[in-house]
């Protein structure tokens, strides 16, 4: 029994001690972009890509094409990754990139982003919205470890 208790403890602690600090959590609420890197087959990360997103739950979101770099490597279970939060330089952490169809995350991306991005949201909605349906867009899922 006092095995069971202390690893139900464990579990249950495992998720905060991989996640995101106060910190980054605040970061990433006033950053307007993040930059993630992808893990290319030769160990080395990819190029930086700007890239608007969306947090929820300790975790960081962006809605991409399926033929993206950071799709496919995610396919060829290359999911390791870094993001950097405001700028290519800016604090980062490593995470692990998978793909979601949470359509509960899909729309509340979307709302978010109508908030986030006013601008460039009016020029891209539609765009994202179709995408999503299409499949010409997909919803990554980017995990602290």
């Given amino acids: ?17 991989a996640g995101l600090s106060a910190e980054q959590e605040k970061q990433l ?3 307007t972009y993040v930059y993630i890197q992808s893990e290319r087959k030769s160990g080395e990360w990819s ?8 947090t929820k739950g300790g ?3 962006v809605g991409t094409r399926p033929d993206s770099w950071r799709v496919k490597r995610i396919k060829a279970g290359r999911t390791k990754a870094r ?3 405001g700028k ?12 979601t169809t949470d359509p509960a995350v899909e729309a509340a991306l979307l709302e978010a982003f109508a908030t986030k991005y006013p601008e460039g949201w009016k020029k891209h909605e539609q765009s994202f919205r179709d995408g ?14």
């Fill in 29 to 31: 609420g006033e950053a």
């Fill in 59 to 61: 975790k960081v979101y």
């Fill in 83 to 85: 993001v950097a939060i």
């Fill in 47 to 54: 190029r930086p890509a700007e890239i608007w997103f969306f």
């Fill in 1 to 17: 029994m006092r095995t069971f208790v202390l690893a139900t403890a464990l579990l249950a602690a495992a998720p905060a001690l």
């Fill in 88 to 99: 290519v330089d800016g604090p980062a952490f490593e995470a692990t990139g998978a793909l």
């Fill in 132 to 145: 999503f349906k299409s499949g010409e867009r997909v919803l990554v899922e980017y995990t602290p470890r």
